[in-house]
Nanobody
Framework: VQLQASGGGLVQAGGSLRLSCAASGLTFSRYGMGWFRQPPGKEREFVAT????????FYADSVKGRFAISRDNAKNTVYLQMNSLKPEDTAVYYC????WGRGEVLWRDYDYRGQGTLVTVSS
């Protein structure tokens, strides 16, 4: 199983980025997907999750209203649209997959985890 995150980069505060996570080696449409992030010098934290069907989503309070998680099961890809970015959004962003399809908020509940992509928001 591989989860390949991409789309990170340097952006000014107030700007937008869209992260993608391409999955292979699993039946993607059965898996709940999540995004997590780890700011420099801090613990990893939950960002957003989406159920296998894509019907239900859940967000951390810190990103609610600014970020949107979505998925395309035909392309085996999950996205994170990030708008109104703030310097405190600077982090390495990781995608993860969990086999029950429910969407989870704890890193430990995910079965597969990808390499991260760095997002840097300048003030």
């Amino acid at each position: 199983v591989q989860l390949q995150a991409s789309g990170g980069g340097l952006v000014q505060a107030g700007g937008s980025l869209r992260l993608s996570c391409a999955a292979s080696g699993l039946t993607f449409s059965r898996y709940g997907m999540g995004w997590f992030r780890q700011p420099p010098g801090k613990e990893r934290e939950f960002v957003a999750t989406i159920t296998s069907s894509g019907i239900n989503t859940f967000y951390a309070d810190s990103v609610k209203g600014r970020f949107a998680i979505s998925r395309d099961n035909a392309k085996n890809t999950v996205y994170l649209q990030m708008n109104s970015l703030k310097p405190e959004d600077t982090a390495v962003y990781y995608c993860a997959a969990e086999r029950w399809g429910r969407g989870e908020v704890l890193w430990r509940d995910y079965d597969y985890r990808g390499q991260g992509t760095l997002v840097t928001v300048s003030s």
